[in-house]
């Protein structure tokens, strides 16, 4: 069964363990086994959001025809798009 961790302030522990969350014996953290309970759903953490700058580029490989995604180069921040597939790179 698939354990998903779930973020449980101190205060809440109990409250969680009511709904099936279990503390991870190595780690202290708290999971469930299996589906989620809707009581517990405010627990789960957030994915960090990623910007998805496939969808705001809109531009095509050349090469493949897959999207590209703006990135920075590092070295002097300045912008290129990359091909997500094939990596091939074309200067903004
Ligand atoms: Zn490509």
New binding site residues.
């Given amino acids: 069964m698939e354990k998903t961790y779930l973020d449980v302030p101190h205060a809440h522990r109990e409250y969680a363990a009511r709904f099936g969350a279990v503390s991870d014996q190595s780690t202290g953290r708290y999971f469930v086994l299996g589906e989620v309970p809707s009581e517990l759903y405010s627990y789960v953490p957030k994915e960090p959001r990623h910007r998805n700058y496939v969808n705001e580029v809109g531009q095509q490989?050349?090469?493949?025809?897959?999207a590209?995604e703006i990135r920075e180069r590092r070295s002097d921040r300045s912008l290129y798009y990359r091909?997500?597939?094939?990596?091939?790179m074309l200067p903004v």
């Fill in positions: 490989c050349a090469v493949c025809g897959a590209m091909c997500v597939s094939c990596l091939s």
